[in-house]
């Protein structure tokens, strides 16, 4: 999957915004839906979509990217101020060689912990169900204080 191509509506994200795959939320409003990455580089790894269709950072006009970012900075202070990370990664990957695996525009928000190691973009095992219910309670409790 290069940079230019369709967009696939039958892609997983898009069936999370249609609700017809379930996702432990975070947060929605009428621009973006927040929820757990199913498979964290590091606990509290949340993703932040667009409601909008568009593969890439490239697809998105001017408005509607502006109008993510800001989601993207609240839902990483709700991150924050849930789980108390030591500092916080954001990523955003642009086509498969870049290493966009998902193609939906979405930006990762990566807590890290002193000391904790990373697992590589890709490469981390499937989170516990529990867990990651009790991690979106939490963020999104602290994103909506
Ligand atoms: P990308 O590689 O496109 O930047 O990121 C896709 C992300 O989606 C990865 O971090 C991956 O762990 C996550 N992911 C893949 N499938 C699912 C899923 O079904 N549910 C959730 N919540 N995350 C997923």
């Known amino acids: ?3 230019d191509g369709t967009y696939d509506d039958d892609n997983i994200f898009a069936k999370i915004l249609r609700g017809e795959i379930p996702c432990h939320r975070v947060f929605e409003d009428d621009v973006a839906l927040a ?4 498979f ?3 606990p509290g790894h949340v993703l932040v979509l667009p409601k909008t269709p568009a593969r890439n950072l490239f697809e998105l006009d001017d408005a509607g990217l502006q109008a993510l ?8 202070a709700g991150v ?4 108390q990370p030591d500092g916080v990664i954001v990523t955003q990957f642009n086509g498969a060689p870049a290493g966009q695996t998902v193609f939906h525009l979405h930006f990762h ?3 890290r912990y002193e000391g904790a190691d990373l ?5 981390a095992g499937k989170a ?4 990651l219910a009790e991690q979106a309670k939490q963020i999104a409790a602290a994103i909506s204080a």
């Open 1 to 3: 999957m290069s940079l």
């Open 35 to 38: 929820f757990m990455d199913l």
């Open 40 to 42: 964290p580089q590091s």
């Open 69 to 76: 970012i800001v989601r993207v900075k609240n839902v990483a």
């Open 80 to 83: 924050r101020a849930a789980l």
């Open 109 to 111: 928000i990566i807590p």
């Open 119 to 123: 697992a590589g973009h890709g490469r």
């Open 128 to 131: 516990d169900d529990v867990r």
